[in-house]
């Protein structure tokens, strides 16, 4: 029998359909496999001229800026859904609001390495490119402009991927997203009910049931949300309360490093290396001392469709329920 699960962080629903459901070998090997160094990527060691001047990087031997050398980049994303100069002016037009599109555009290139994927990177590389993510956290929001910054990583060209090159990239918006004012409701609703930081719940009680855990160690725990819009769906939540990803300590990205390898190298391995996005959620820069959220990282396989029934009702339906999901990454 299909079951409808409500997801209490953003009070929406999810058909788990159950008689369809679909094991690992189901799913269509559709990751990006067999990459090859390309003289035009712009993201490979000796084309440093061919993205925009660098913002930063990590380098060995004092090599200089927008040379060789580098182990990890950040440069402006060339074309930018958000330029970063000007003001927002915001006003009106009859019914409609409108706003200039500043903000801010960065692209991470993790690796000069154009074949090597971010799991297969030793520890100590991972840390190094999550320090990065924290840095940018932390220097967007300096601007006063800037209210919510959005890291993500889209892997295969069916989660969004135009360049096969290993990175991520970094949006800055003068708004709040609408998804995240609901989280943020979603966490005080609770809050209000129970006392306590929904995610702060979640994780002992995954970590107690188990039947959804994927991985976990002393500050992480990974695991498929008990209403998982996707197959395969997993959250890495921090078992400490931390509302912004920029607050996380050397040693919390060196654990945050050794689950993240874990976590995404059982899905390539155990479910054909699958297109997925990875969202990482924070909260706005101006969340304040009395409003409730815990940052935690959404990792989406692209391995079903959103289609009508999707976009009409705001219901994903999932093929393949969570409990089973997160056994088969297990085993």
């Given at each position: 029998?299909?079951?409808?699960?409500?997801?209490?962080?953003?009070d929406t629903w999810v058909i788990i359909a159950t008689e369809r459901s679909k094991r690992p070998s189901d799913f269509a090997d559709t990751g990006e496999k067999h990459k090859k160094e390309s003289k035009t990527c712009p993201f490979c060691l000796g084309n440093e001229h061919l993205t925009p001047?660098?913002?930063?990087?990590?380098?060995?031997?004092?090599?200089?800026?927008n040379s060789q050398g580098w182990t990890v980049r950040v440069v402006p994303n060339?074309?930018?859904?958000?330029?970063q100069n000007g003001s927002p002016d915001a006003r009106k037009k009859e019914m409609y609001d409108i706003m200039k599109g500043v903000g801010a555009h960065e692209v991470v290139i993790e690796s000069p390495d154009h074949n090597k994927e971010l799991y297969e990177h030793d520890e100590e590389h991972i840390f190094n490119v999550l320090k990065i993510w924290r840095s940018r956290y932390q220097e967007l929001g300096k601007n006063s402009i800037i209210k919510y910054t959005q890291l993500?990583?889209?892997?295969g060209s069916a989660a969004g991927a135009s360049l096969t090159h290993p990175h991520s990239q970094i949006i800055s918006t003068p708004l709040i997203p609408k998804n995240i004012m609901?989280?943020?409701?979603?966490?005080?609703?609770?809050h209000k009910e129970k006392g306590k930081c929904i995610l702060c719940d979640m994780v002992p009680f995954e970590a107690e049931e188990k039947v959804r855990v994927v991985t976990e160690n002393e500050e992480f725990l990974s695991f498929c949300?008990?209403?998982a819009r996707f197959p395969f769906e997993t959250w890495i939540v921090p078992k400490k309360h931390e509302k912004q990803f920029s607050e996380i300590t050397d040693q919390g990205?060196?654990?945050?490093?050794?689950?993240?390898?874990?976590?995404?190298?059982?899905?390539?391995?155990?479910?054909?290396?699958?297109?997925?996005?990875?969202?990482?959620?924070?909260?706005?820069?101006?969340?304040?001392e009395n409003e409730i959220y815990h940052w935690h990282i959404q990792i989406l396989p692209r391995l079903t469709k959103v289609a009508g029934f999707?976009?009409?009702t705001g219901y994903y339906i999932n093929p393949t329920p969570p409990e089973d999901a997160a056994s088969y990454l297990r085993e």
């Open positions: 029998m299909p079951e409808i699960r409500r997801n209490p962080l953003s001047p660098e913002i930063t990087a990590l380098r060995k031997n004092r090599a200089k800026p060339k074309f930018a859904a958000l330029q993500f990583r889209n892997y609901e989280e943020l409701e979603g966490f005080e609703r609770f949300p008990f209403a990205l060196s654990h945050l490093a050794d689950i993240l390898k874990r976590t995404l190298k059982m899905l390539a391995e155990k479910v054909n290396d699958p297109p997925y996005n990875l969202i990482l959620r924070s909260a706005p820069y101006s969340v304040n999707e976009w009409g």
